[in-house]
């Protein structure tokens, strides 16, 4: 594990084959104030990667940079070793970048069901026009298909009960397992949560972290977790990042990290 030392920062690896995502020099400044300071990680291909922080160290200025929403001062992302850096979100998120908000962002007024299903709509029905005037057997093969599809995650996340409700009319838990159905029913290649658990009761962080080992058991999908429950990160995730004041302090497995006295002391309350 590599910790800060004075004005020191860890060098993340190069990175190699296998590599889903890899950051470069990360910087991001507002005004005189510097959010992001020389930020370089990689995630590996069905690893998870925890992102932990004291607040206003950068965790979401992180992500929306990840993400495409914000365009960094300095650096470079790489998704699958190709170089995204002048990517908008959208063309990160049609190369298999998914992403879950701090604020939950569902489409209110569409059921359950179809806000899983809208994540797979940008895929087209196939035929153009005329497919869709004449209802064409390949549009209705895809349509059935795409509701299979969603049918399966909506039950794997505990949905089946409210598919057919408005988004707009859950508690904030299960709305939160709705954003997390729709960034996993087109399968990701990397998938971003923003603190997933909040709101969610013991039975549904105990399903989020099912799922999370799931999906990147069954698609190889590299997970990186923005999360304040430690214990949630310590028991889900391969490898934590730990970040202070918009630079990384630490990298480490959970064990190691739980030991480091820069941790400690920045995050978890210790002298």
């Not at 160290?57 to 850096?85: M, N």
């Not at 391969?238 to 497995?253: S, Y």
Request: aromatic share 4%.
């Amino acid at each position: 594990m590599t910790t800060v030392d004075g004005a020191r920062a860890p060098v993340a690896p190069r990175p190699e084959p296998g590599t889903a995502l890899a950051l470069d020099g990360i910087t991001v400044r507002f005004g005189g104030i510097t959010a992001l300071e020389d930020v370089s990680l990689s995630v590996a291909h069905g690893e998870v990667c925890g992102l932990i922080g004291p607040n206003g160290a950068g965790k979401t200025t992180l992500f929306d940079v990840i993400s495409g929403v914000r365009a960094p001062d300095a650096g470079t992302v790489r998704l699958g070793g190709d170089d995204v850096t002048g990517a908008n979100a959208v063309a990160r998120a049609r190369r298999g970048m998914r992403r879950t908000f701090q604020r939950v962002q569902t489409f209110g007024w569409l059921s359950v069901e179809d806000n899983v299903i809208s994540a797979l709509e940008w895929r087209g029905g196939g035929g153009g026009l005329l497919a869709d005037l004449v209802w064409s057997p390949t549009r209705r093969r895809r349509e059935r298909e795409r509701r299979e599809r969603a049918s399966e995650v909506i039950e794997q996340c505990g949905l089946g009960a409210v598919r057919h409700e408005p988004a707009g009319s859950l508690p904030i838990g299960l709305a939160r397992m709705v954003e997390v159905a729709r960034a996993i029913v087109d399968a990701p290649q990397v998938l971003l949560l923003d603190e997933p658990t909040s709101g969610l009761d013991e039975t549904e962080a105990n399903r989020l972290g099912e799922r999370i080992q799931a999906i990147r058991a069954e698609a190889a999908c590299a997970v990186v977790l923005v999360e304040h429950d430690v214990g949630f990160v310590m028991r889900q995730c391969d490898r934590i990042v730990v970040l202070d004041l918009g630079r990384v302090l630490a990298v480490g497995g959970p064990s190691e990290i739980q030991a480091d006295p820069a941790v400690r002391a920045a995050y978890l309350g210790e002298a």
